[in-house]
């Protein structure tokens, strides 16, 4: 390998499968049989034209999704999507919007939603200080609703729902972003899913929007046209310019995922091995670390916790990035540490940082 590389456990963008980079690095300068680079040719070219519906295809194998659902490549990330999705499905319906609140993404998607039109809050996790999702009797969606949204993985706190919520009485609106192709979904339940590309899916640029067609008919006349879901569907994510090398780099992803993993069960069952890593030195730990979610909550992707003694954070992140891994500094809202652990981090960069977790705990533990 030409560039040494550390255990990157950043929050987002995450790392991305070495293959992927290497074959991205392969045909950087021209991609087989063009005499161009991806980051040049035209989006209306046949060959992007097949990276794009293999993208689609990809997708659709990896989570099973049924036929009447269309894949969509856009712009501006998962937080123009707080906007595009009541803009579209709450906006002149006269009805109100239920929004589940476990953590700093879904509150923003809340902050959003009110410029559109009426929302309820049908879950507020602020109460237990955002440490846990909502449970399966807890959640008790309006039929009447326009909506019911909810954050998959809030990444911030590092919670993860654990349950599949049921298809809601109304359409189910689901933030993926940070857990998106981590495990196998029950793709029907969802009327629309999205999720920006860069925790597991690609690099940042791409937003991946699924969107049952029956939900385009409901987007009001009228909208931006770059805001209309109804236009990216009519025109297959090309009304205009599209990131056509972070879509390339969500095909190699997905190949990957097909490929080398081997799909979403195995994929899972990876990541699951992995956090159980870390949760298992945390839990024996005796309280020199303690995690943040609680247990049924907690998150396979973002694996936040403290320190019983604070003051040892910064040293804990220091040493850690002397031996490679970088990043585990938590989010200034939460404090203590998150490790990242997205589809793309290596059973052995897990294992490095339970190691390392050992050996800290060893030195400065009672
Ligand atoms: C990172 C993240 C976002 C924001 O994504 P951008 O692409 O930066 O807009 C939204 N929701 C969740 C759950 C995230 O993890």
Request: proline fraction near 6%; glycine fraction near 8%.
């Amino acid at each position: 390998m030409k560039a040494s590389r550390v255990y990157n456990f950043s929050a987002g963008p995450g790392m991305l499968p070495l293959p992927v980079l290497q074959r991205a690095e392969g045909e950087l300068l021209g991609l087989p049989g063009m005499g161009m680079s991806v980051l040049e040719i035209s989006h209306r070219s046949e060959p992007f034209e097949r990276i794009l519906s293999s993208a689609q295809n990809n997708l659709r194998a990896l989570l099973d999704l049924p036929p009447d659902y269309r894949i969509l490549f856009l712009q501006g990330g998962a937080t123009l999507q707080f906007s595009m999705v009541p803009m579209n499905l709450l906006r002149g319906t006269g009805k109100r919007a239920d929004y589940v609140v476990a953590g700093t993404w879904g509150e923003k998607a809340v902050t959003e939603a009110h410029r559109e039109g009426e929302v309820r809050v049908l879950w507020d996790g602020e109460t237990d200080e955002f440490t846990r999702m909502p449970r399966r009797d807890e959640w008790q969606p309006d039929p009447e609703a326009a909506y019911v949204h909810i954050t998959s993985n809030e990444t911030i706190q590092g919670l993860q729902l654990q349950w599949d919520p049921d298809a809601a009485p109304a359409p189910l609106v689901c933030d993926m972003s940070s857990d998106f192709l981590s495990r196998p979904i029950a793709a029907e339940s969802y009327s629309l899913i999205y999720a920006g590309a860069q925790k597991n899916a690609g690099p940042a640029g791409v937003t991946v929007v699924i969107v049952r067609e029956e939900l385009l008919e409901r987007v009001p006349a009228g909208l931006h046209t770059m805001l209309d879901y109804g236009v990216h569907a009519a025109k297959d994510s090309m009304h205009n310019t599209p990131p056509v090398f972070s879509i390339y780099m969500v095909h190699l992803v997905t190949e990957w995922l097909l490929q080398e993993i081997g799909g979403l069960r195995k994929m899972a069952a990876i990541n699951a091995e992995k956090a159980a890593l870390l949760y298992r030195v945390i839990d024996e730990s005796d309280g020199f670390y303690s995690g943040h979610a609680q247990p049924d909550s907690r998150s396979r992707m973002n694996v936040t916790w403290r320190m019983a003694d604070s003051n040892l954070g910064p040293l804990f992140v220091e040493q850690a990035r002397a031996r490679g891994m970088h990043n585990l500094k938590g989010h200034r809202s939460v404090g203590g540490l998150r490790a990242s652990i997205y589809n793309a981090m290596p059973l052995a960069g897990v294992r490095a940082l339970r190691d390392f977790m050992l050996e800290f705990q060893g030195e400065h533990g009672p």
